[in-house]
Every structure is written in C-alpha cells, then in structure tokens.
C-alpha cells in the first residue's frame, strides 16, 4: 500500500527582512507529486493545514480545502463518518483541474503532516535555527506536532 507523505526537503530560502520560511514541500503518493517534485512553498502551510485537520476531525461528512501559500494549487478534501477520505489535488492556474485523486484513511493525512512538522522542527533545531529570529517558528511547530499527535491517539 502507498503511504501518504508530505515532502519537505531542508535546503531553505529565508529573507533578510522576514521570518518567511520556504523549502521544498509537496504531496507525494503512488509515485505522484503534486503540485512536482520541485515546488517550494511556505512552510506555515504545515500549521494551517493542521488546524483545518483538526477543525475537522469530528465532523461527519465535511467538506474542505488546503491551500498551498504559492500558487494556484489546493487540496480539496472530502471525509465520510467512517474517517475516510478524497483527496482531490487541484490545479486552478487557468480552469480548475484535478491532476490527482487520492483514497485513504483521515489519519493518513494527519500522519503526514505531523511527520513533516516533525522534520521541519528537526531542520530548524539542527540548523540551530530554533533560537533567535526562527524561534516563533520553531516553538509553533511543536505545537503543532504535539497537537497532531494528541488527535491522533484519541482516534
């Protein structure tokens, strides 16, 4: 069975000016990347889609999207009362495309993003990136972690 992963890579490009973080971060199943293998994008996308997931843990049969920051890229995901999902990976550049379809289980979906939190805090801290001007960043993905993996043994 293919597993689910969000991909984040650490060769990271920060501003002079900002706390910005981006690097390499895309969805990857069944040999698929969406939106490629090369895309870079915000890593706060990681806290945002993670509070989505968690608005959305409860609820039987909703509806919703995860945006990626940089471009015109969504995941628009559907959830049934049994935890299971679609994920539909959304071009909408020109006219609203699906490029992929992905069947799995909600928890696939937090797992991977509690895995890429986790690598991003891992990143951050061995870059010694933890302390100073990324600290906030730092500090939120662990929240972050901590928050996924406490959903996750409630289900």
Not at 47 to 71: A, H, Q, T, V
Not at 83 to 109: G, V
Not at 143 to 150: D, H, Q
Request: hydrophobic share 40%; proline share 3%; aromatic share 14%.
């Amino acid at each position: 069975m293919n597993e689910l992963k969000i991909v984040i890579d650490e060769e990271m490009f920060i501003s002079n000016i900002t706390t910005n973080i981006v690097l390499p971060l895309y969805l990857e199943y069944d040999g698929l990347c969406f939106p490629n293998n090369q895309w870079t994008d915000f890593a706060d996308i990681l806290n945002m889609w993670s509070y989505k997931l968690l608005m959305y843990i409860r609820e039987d049969k909703p509806k919703f999207d995860l945006y990626f920051m940089d471009g015109p890229y969504r995941l628009d995901i559907t959830k049934d009362k049994e935890m299971k999902i679609i994920i539909r990976c959304i071009n909408f550049r020109y006219k609203e495309m699906i490029e992929q379809t992905i069947q799995c289980d909600y928890i696939d979906l937090l797992t991977a993003v509690y895995k890429a939190a986790n690598k991003f805090s891992k990143i951050l801290y061995d870059k010694e990136m933890h302390i100073g001007r990324f600290e906030a960043a730092y500090k939120q993905s662990l929240i972050t972690s901590k928050e996924l993996k406490a959903a996750m043994s409630r289900l």
